[in-house]
């Protein structure tokens, strides 16, 4: 199917889209407090194992789905198999899921812009970790500012997807990563900042359970923004001159680079604040603004434009989720782009406040016993994204023809791909069966069961029903 799609600027502009889109919150934010929370360097490694095996396959997976029939998720899927354009409605849904909770964290990113520049480095480590706390928990402040960021996203997307995001992604995101070198230097010269490195690269499994590596696998997904179509929808969007195994790996690459700054920028620092790896979410919050603090008028200027790269990093991403629904909204349901904009915002930002209300007025829901913002996290994450990935490989290994597949990742044969036995073997063996063992002992171990079991009921009720779907 032939259809007109509208094209990156550049090379480097898809790079960086698909860049932008992998490299955010999930990195900065998820990434350390993840490692922090499951015990340091076991589950990086796990994670990176992940990211190696199932993550660049998957992403490969993907563009090629999305380039081969010029369509995003939803009619990318159809395209090859209606029994399974479930997976596509899947990926629509885990993108409403993310988008409940990831522009309060957003809403974060930009409040503390304003921060940096009122008086927050002045304070000591105790007295920032007070400050965010009760920042977060407020009623009122963190609404406001995730309803900026929301509105920064529906502004963005509905022009459409070059212009702005392009030029926007070249310039904050190689500025993103230079901060972080930086931060990572002052981190590692604070003294007692060594207990972090060993922290950070000397592996104690003794910590390892079913749950870590659910926990690993899930951050592999959200971290390359995989197993719900945003990188079929982008692919979509890529010539045809471009090689997708390459860009595949160069996107993970730069992704986990990222993340694994992103680690050594924070976790000596906290040891040398004498501080304990399971701060949660706060992390990056607390742990970064200290370090900022401790380079006087310097930690100002730097500290105000890490926040503005981390909320640029943070756009990037978020415009990539919306756009996997309004394209569904688009070329599935003849919506226009304003339309589908406006509409997907609304419900994302009612998704969101109710989200930011459980950080503190509202309590954990009844029976699930998690709060708004946390099922949504959990079902996103260690439900949706990890199943979605596995039915991708399903069909891409099991359903689209192994020719096709072979033409589409060769350019019709003009460029090489020396592995593709190797990853259609793993798409199509090893891929599938991994991630089930995975879901299955995360399952036996994790606490939120109940959770986990409601977001596998929704998925099997969406396979059931997937031919009536359209
Ligand atoms: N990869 C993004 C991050 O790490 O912050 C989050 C994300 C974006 C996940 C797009 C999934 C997605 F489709």
Redesign the pocket.
Same mark, same amino acid.
């Given at each position: 199917m032939e259809i007109k799609r509208e094209n990156w600027g550049s090379r480097l502009g898809f790079v960086l889209a698909a860049a932008g889109? =992998?490299?955010? #919150? /999930?990195?900065?934010?998820?990434?350390p407090y993840l490692t922090g929370e499951n015990g340091g360097s076991a589950f990086i490694l796990i994670y990176l194992v992940f990211v190696i095996l199932i993550g660049i396959s998957v992403m490969i997976a993907e563009f090629s789905l999305g380039r081969s029939t010029g369509l995003a998720a939803v009619g990318a899927i159809k395209t090859y198999s209606h029994r399974f354009t479930f997976v596509g409605a899947m /990926?629509v849904i885990?993108?409403f899921l993310?988008m409940g909770f990831?522009p309060v964290v957003g809403g974060w990113a930009l409040a503390y812009i304003l921060e940096s520049v009122t008086g927050l480095y002045a304070l000591s480590p105790e007295a920032i970790g007070d400050t965010f706390g009760n920042f977060i928990t407020g009623a009122t402040q963190p609404l406001i500012w995730m309803l900026v960021f929301l509105a920064l996203n529906i502004l963005i997307v509905a022009k459409g997807i070059k212009g702005g995001i392009e030029k926007a992604a070249k310039v904050l995101m190689p500025t993103l990563f230079i901060l972080l070198i930086f931060i990572s230097i002052r981190s590692l010269t604070l003294e007692g900042a060594g207990e972090g490195l060993s922290f950070l690269f000397r592996p104690d499994f003794s910590l390892v359970t079913g749950q870590t590596f659910l926990a690993a696998l899930g951050q592999a997904?959200?971290? #390359?923004?995989? /197993?719900? /179509? =945003?990188?079929i929808t982008y692919g979509s969007y890529l010539s045809k001159k471009e090689t997708l195994p390459g860009n595949a790996v160069i996107v993970t690459v730069l992704?986990v680079g990222v993340?694994l700054l992103a680690g050594i920028a924070m976790f000596p620092a906290l040891f040398a604040f004498g501080m304990t790896p399971d701060q949660g979410p706060g992390l990056v919050f607390v742990v970064i603004p200290g370090v900022f603090a401790e380079m006087g008028g310097l930690g100002v200027l730097f500290g105000t434009i890490f926040f503005i790269a981390l909320s640029v990093?943070?756009l990037t991403?978020?415009i990539? #989720?919306m756009e996997?629904v309004v394209s569904y909204l688009i070329d599935q349901r003849d919506m226009q782009r304003k339309k589908a904009v406006y509409g997907t915002g609304v419900v994302m930002a009612i998704m969101s406040i109710l989200a930011s209300l459980s950080m503190g007025v509202f309590g954990p829901l009844p029976v699930l016993n998690v709060g708004v913002f946390d099922l949504f996290d959990i079902l996103?994450d260690k439900v949706f #994204?990890g199943l979605g990935g596995m039915f991708i490989a399903i069909v891409t290994g099991w359903v689209v023809n192994k020719e096709t597949l072979r033409k589409e990742l060769t350019n019709d044969g003009n460029k090489s791909f020396a592995l593709f036995e190797v990853w259609h073997f793993l798409i199509k063996w090893i891929i599938p069966p991994a991630i089930f063992i995975v879901a299955i002992f995360g399952i036996i171990d994790i606490e939120e069961t109940a959770v986990m079991l409601l977001g596998i009921a929704i998925v099997a009720l969406l396979a059931i029903f997937s031919k009536k779907l359209h």
């Open positions: 889109s =992998a490299v955010g #919150l /999930g990195n900065i934010w998820r990434f /990926g885990s993108a993310i990831y997904f959200f971290s #390359l923004s995989l /197993g719900m /179509g =945003a990188m992704d993340a990093a943070a991403s978020s990539s #989720l996997v996103s #994204l």
